[in-house]
């Protein structure tokens, strides 16, 4: 996914400024990211954290990571290769496309948003959901529906080790794209959780250089936030 379509498309924006949030949209290399070798990503990411921390003075606790499609998955692949920097995560029309979806050491709260429409993308979900529930022995899933800005979603939620949370939005008629309902669901999920909650376990990631060159390279700028 692109950083400028998604800030068009998800509705974070709109749910921040009525939340009292900062977005960041930081954009991958080559105008995507590497899920399947994700080092320099990764330490891309984790410095655009540590830079917002320290020019805004976030709260290191209330870190949140969403992507759309290959966002999505790298979405699922940070938060093992970031284990203890996200509160909660949320991969939005994307799962990890292999059979071997790689997981972080302990749970993290998860929520996914899908499209009945997008069919291959649904199933897998459905498979990564089903190895994230089997490593962290999460309870059976509960089905329901709720009504959102897209129309009637199926929700499936289950608890997780550690009474972390894991839900599952699959929304009828919507095919692959951004929700009009992604702002709502998620900051509905996000706001639930801080890392305080967990032992913090954060992996290291030294700036070797005052201009490291994953931050040149990105184009890290105030203007990433809305």
């Known amino acids: 996914s692109n950083a400028s379509l998604d800030r068009t498309a998800s509705g974070l924006s709109d749910t921040a400024d009525k939340e009292g949030f900062i977005v960041v949209y930081p954009q991958g290399r080559h105008a995507g990211w590497n899920v399947t070798h994700p080092e320099s990503?990764?330490?891309?990411?984790?410095?655009?954290i540590d830079e917002v921390e320290r020019t805004w003075h976030t709260d290191p606790g209330r870190v949140y990571l969403t992507g759309f499609s290959v966002g999505a998955a790298m979405t699922y692949r940070l938060a093992a290769e970031l284990l203890g920097r996200f509160a909660a995560i949320a991969p939005i029309g994307g799962a990890w496309p292999g059979p071997d979806l790689p997981l972080p050491t302990t749970a993290v709260p998860l929520v996914a948003l899908t499209g009945s429409k997008d069919s291959g993308?649904?199933?897998?979900t459905a498979a990564?959901?089903?190895q994230w529930r089997e490593r962290f022995d999460?309870?059976?899933f509960d089905t329901g529906t709720r009504e959102t800005a897209d129309g009637t979603a199926g929700v499936s939620t289950s608890t997780c080790a550690g009474g972390t949370d894991l839900r599952w939005y699959s929304i009828e008629g919507l095919a692959h794209s951004w929700p009009?309902?992604?702002g709502e669901l998620v900051w509905e999920f996000f706001d639930i959780y801080t890392t305080a909650y967990r032992a913090r376990q954060v992996t290291p990631f030294t700036?070797?250089?005052?201009?490291p060159p994953w931050l040149a390279s990105h184009e890290l700028r105030p203007g990433w936030l809305r």
Do not use: G, I, K, W
């Open 41 to 48: 990503d990764a330490r891309f990411v984790a410095a655009v």
């Open 138 to 140: 999460c309870t059976p």
């Open 128 to 130: 990564a959901l089903q």
């Open 121 to 124: 993308v649904e199933r897998n």
């Open 207 to 211: 700036l070797e250089m005052s201009n």
């Open 180 to 182: 009009q309902s992604a």
